[in-house]
């Protein structure tokens, strides 16, 4: 079974920063693309900022230079540090990861549950 778990969320003011982190338990082969999405009230779920295993990322036009996205492949985590928030900003934050089981041949998406940031004006 594959867990993705989440940590780092909470409420900040604005120009303040943040660090998620997901770390992947389970029986693991591989993790292939990791990312960090958000949804907020009453707007459809967004990326935020992917990684892929050898490290190439790709961050959402409204977070670039602000947010970074980082992974450990030794340790199957991944993190977003988040500076200067605003508040549009605010979301549900969730980890996504695209891994390989063991006795499978095929690549699965998997998904956190979600952990919740708050940027006050």
């Known amino acids: 079974q594959v867990q993705l778990v989440e940590s780092g969320g909470g409420l900040v003011q604005a120009g303040g920063s943040l660090r998620l982190s997901c770390v992947v338990s389970?029986?693991?082969?591989?993790?292939?693309?990791m990312g960090w999405y958000r949804q907020a009230p009453g707007k459809q779920r967004e990326l935020v900022a992917a990684?892929?295993?050898?490290?190439?990322?790709n961050y959402a036009d409204s977070v670039k230079g602000r947010f970074t996205i980082s992974r450990d492949n030794a340790k199957n985590t991944v993190s977003l540090q988040m500076n200067s928030l605003k508040p549009e900003d605010t979301a549900v934050y969730y980890c996504?990861?695209?891994?390989?089981?063991?006795?499978?041949?095929?690549?699965?998406?998997?998904w956190g549950q979600g952990t919740q940031v708050t940027v006050s004006s």
């Open positions: 996504k990861a695209d891994l390989r089981r063991e006795l499978s041949s095929t690549v699965e998406g998997y």
């Open positions: 389970g029986n693991i082969i591989s993790i292939y693309f």
């Open positions: 990684i892929t295993r050898g490290g190439s990322t």
